[in-house]
């Protein structure tokens, strides 16, 4: 499961940004399965990046695993 550094988030709005200027060309040029692929990866890119910003905010979690004494 990739899981994305809160530190990288203004990345992926650079990301998004050139997936969206790419998808206004696929748009333009009617490539028709760019364009789903590019739908695709941006639904993708934002469900990860909500969920990197919902975990910013945790700690580390305890799993209750007794340490060497």
């Known amino acids: 499961m990739l899981s994305v550094n809160p530190k990288m988030l203004p990345r992926l709005v650079e990301i998004e940004e050139d997936l969206l200027a790419r998808r206004k060309r696929a748009i333009t040029e009617d490539w028709q399965g760019e364009i789903e692929g590019i739908d695709l990866t941006l639904t993708f890119l934002r469900s990860k990046r909500e969920q990197s910003r919902r975990f910013s905010g ?12």
């Open 58 to 69: 945790q700690g580390p979690v305890d799993l209750g695993i007794p340490s060497p004494r």
